[in-house]
């Protein structure tokens, strides 16, 4: 057996349909963020147009200053998983932090965004008897996995439609359990899920409801609780999981809901049990971060980062350079040809100092390839300036349509 054949086989089909992906090698520059050093191929220093650190969090002095004590103080690991020596003080005020963030009696921190979700679901789904998950058809591939790990019912509702949802709640057994999962901010259109409506069809048929908020913690609501938190919401979402990847700038996921929710998944996860915990210094990091954000410098990083959405947006309109309007600080720029987005972002990238990442299927249907900009405090006026400059010479330079004025 030729293994390394098998291998190249699938390869060269990715190669051959344009979905290969390629990794920009960066190095980023701590206190000049959006800037990082370029290892691969195009210019030496770039500016970085589709990071998920929304708000420089991964920079901030008191993010690294606890981190830096926390390493000082307790070493690099956590020496365990949580149950068997790992679980350390600065877990514990991360969980307390996470909870009270989102107005919840209880946390529970995961490694990452992506097993919270796969963990938090594939449990629910696979132990409450004769559980049902309603997922929204536009859900995260980490929900998907979940719900396929449960092995339980499910039913897919279409994207963002609370009489689509109520109709396949109707179907189902009155008296079994339910779960309605779903997202507030979808990360590719930027679009936002109405949370109440939703939360309105899932009372009335008994269902609990599971948001994952993995877009919008740190950047929405008046203390960087999510879209939830913004709508005054919070209370009557069952389950609301977060990362601390994106917008806090660290690494870690992590569920919140009531005490007795957060024990079973605790007690029954499987990706929560069986994986050392978080190193101490993360944790630490996460909780500088999240009070940071909840305080008045977070307002003023959220207001500016709006600001600079906004003034994007401002700047493709007035170069017709088309764009998907949505109410979120995603600003999805739609080429609609996976071989021009490729290209683009490579120029960009080589004669520009732009890094953007291309985005095309099977991240996105066929047909609607984009390059996904997301604005952060960070990027100033000149910045702007410079990206659709940029994509104004270039939209002529590849024959691309313009939005109409
Ligand atoms: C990124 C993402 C996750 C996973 O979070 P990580 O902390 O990066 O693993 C979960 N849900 C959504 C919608 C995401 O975009």
Not at 184 to 200: H, K, N, Q, T
Request: glycine share 10%.
């Amino acid at each position: 057996m030729d293994y390394d054949q098998l291998f190249r086989t699938q390869l060269d089909a990715l190669k051959s349909d344009g979905n290969y992906r390629v990794f920009a090698e960066l190095e980023r520059h701590r206190g000049a963020y959006p800037r990082a050093k370029n290892h691969g191929a195009g210019a030496d220093e770039v500016t970085v147009w589709c990071g998920n650190d929304y708000l420089g969090m991964g920079q901030h002095p008191e993010v690294i200053a606890a981190m830096h004590a926390a390493i000082d103080q307790c070493g690099a690991g956590a020496g365990g998983t949580r149950n068997i020596s790992g679980t350390n003080h600065s877990h514990v005020l991360l969980e307390r932090e996470l909870a009270d963030l989102h107005g919840k009696d209880g946390a529970l921190l995961f490694t990452s965004g992506y097993v919270s979700n796969w963990a938090a679901l594939g449990t629910l789904g696979a132990r409450l008897p004769g559980c049902t998950i309603l997922s929204d058809a536009f859900n995260h591939a980490s929900m998907i996995e979940g719900i396929r790990h449960a092995r339980c019912e499910k039913r897919i509702w279409a994207h963002n439609d609370p009489r689509d949802l109520e109709r396949k709640l109707a179907d189902l057994d009155p008296d079994a359990p339910k779960v309605v999962a779903f997202e507030s901010v979808y990360s590719m259109d930027g679009d936002i899920a109405p949370i109440g409506e939703i939360l309105d069809v899932a009372e009335q048929f008994g269902a609990m409801t599971y948001l994952d908020e993995v877009h919008a913690v740190g950047l929405y609501g008046k203390r960087g609780g999510g879209i939830a938190e913004r709508e005054g919401l919070s209370d009557r979402v069952t389950l609301i999981e977060g990362t601390l990847g994106k917008a806090f700038g660290v690494v870690g996921g992590y569920i919140t809901g009531s005490v007795e929710l957060v024990d079973f998944i605790r007690s029954f996860a499987s990706g929560f049990i069986f994986t050392t915990a978080l190193p101490p210094a993360v944790a630490a990091g996460a909780v500088a971060s999240i009070q940071t954000l909840k305080g008045e410098e977070g307002v003023a990083l959220r207001t500016r980062q709006q600001r600079q959405v906004a003034r994007l947006r401002a700047a493709l309109d007035r170069a017709g350079i088309p764009h998907l309007d949505n109410p979120s600080h995603i600003v999805p720029v739609m080429v609609k040809d996976p071989v021009k987005c490729k290209m683009l972002a490579d120029i960009l990238m080589q004669d520009h100092g732009i890094y953007v990442q291309p985005i095309n299927y099977p991240t996105v249907p066929k047909g609607t390839e984009r390059l996904r900009f997301t604005p952060s405090p960070l990027h100033d006026d000149s910045d702007i300036d410079a990206l659709v400059t940029a994509l104004h010479a270039l939209w002529s330079q590849c024959a691309l349509a313009r939005a109409a004025a």
